[in-house]
């Protein structure tokens, strides 16, 4: 049994966006507050991480620094697009190409190492973007996220800003990929059937009920609600646990504004930090071996 932690390495202006906020607070907060403290704590359990790197973020040379630091740890980096469009799956193939091989190149001169899996902005994927990302060279994608009480809540937030007349940039993809496998798979066409495609690793559902087992909701919940999370996905053989960077920041980060439409944000970043914690530790005890994803992926696909 396996687990995998990542970080998806979304910028604070990313979040500005999902509200239909203009940009505004310090936008680096990401790369050089939180991913210190997600070191740290991953550190101490003896964690290796995975971390989702934006490759317009790779090409600044204070952020390529940080990069190279967590790849000197051990750590695996892997591409979250070069710009993190969330409309990126309605654009053009050549863009979606553009946006997958300048994010890997970015990364991979930033960092000196090789990258061999994607993440998708906003968990949207298609098929052209899953061919591209293989045809690119990359071993593996974890973006697909079956889960219903996700998608759900994703479906009212974006009813409720636009009856409010906000945009949003996040949008909403087909509810097809609720029937997607919740355990690792080669895609098949549509995506969310089995075939001979490149290797897929879900974002972590609990067995029963599909409830999202992310950062997010394990930071909401604090960590006794963290660990039901983690007990709920007790017995899946691979267990892919993927964290934001703003998981490790809270409103005193100079994040006071967003916070207002941000509720994660109030929860002081700590206490959301324990509660990761208790859900890793509870899987650990269990009998997990916690590996960087490109491992899970090899382990899963033989
Ligand atoms: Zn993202």
């Known amino acids: 049994m396996l687990l995998s932690v990542s970080v998806d390495l979304d910028r604070v202006s990313e979040y500005e966006a999902i509200h239909g906020l203009s940009r505004g607070e310090a936008s680096d907060r990401v790369l050089q507050v939180a991913v210190p403290r997600l070191v740290d704590w991953a550190t101490q359990r003896g964690l290796p991480l ?17 990069l190279r630091r967590l790849a000197l740890r051990g750590d695996e980096l892997g ?19 553009a946006e997958i091989e300048r994010g890997v190149t970015a990364v991979e001169r930033a960092a000196r190492v090789k990258v061999r899996g994607f993440r998708a902005p906003g968990y949207l994927v298609t098929d ?18 079956p889960c219903p009480p996700y998608y759900a809540l994703k479906a009212a937030a974006l009813a409720k800003l636009s009856a409010q007349r906000r945009v949003s940039r996040a949008i909403l993809g087909s509810p097809d990929v609720l029937r997607a496998p919740t355990r690792p798979y080669r895609v098949g066409r549509p995506y969310w059937y089995r075939g001979t495609g490149i290797l897929e690793i879900p974002i972590q559902v609990t067995r ?27 017995g899946e053989p691979f267990v892919n646990l993927e964290l934001h960077g703003i998981d490790a920041l809270d409103q005193h980060d100079g994040l006071a504004e967003l916070a207002k439409h941000q509720p994660d944000l109030r929860i002081p970043w700590s206490k959301k930090l324990d509660a990761i914690d208790a859900a890793v530790t509870l899987l650990k005890h269990q009998g997990y071996g916690c590996v960087r994803m490109d491992e899970l992926a090899a382990r899963a696909q033989s």
Request: charged residues 20%; aromatic residues 8%.
């Open 208 to 234: 029963r009920g599909r409830l999202p087992f992310i950062g997010t909701a394990l930071t909401t919940l604090g960590a006794l609600g963290a660990r039901l999370l983690a007990k709920g996905v007790l």
């Open 50 to 66: 995975t971390w989702f790197v934006i490759g317009e973020d790779a090409e600044a040379p204070v952020q390529a620094e940080t």
């Open 79 to 97: 591409c979250h697009s070069f710009s993190h469009h969330y409309d990126l799956t309605r654009r053009s193939a050549a863009e979606m190409r």
């Open 128 to 145: 052209t973007l899953l061919d591209l990302a293989r045809e690119s060279g990359l071993t593996y994608d974890s973006s697909v996220f």
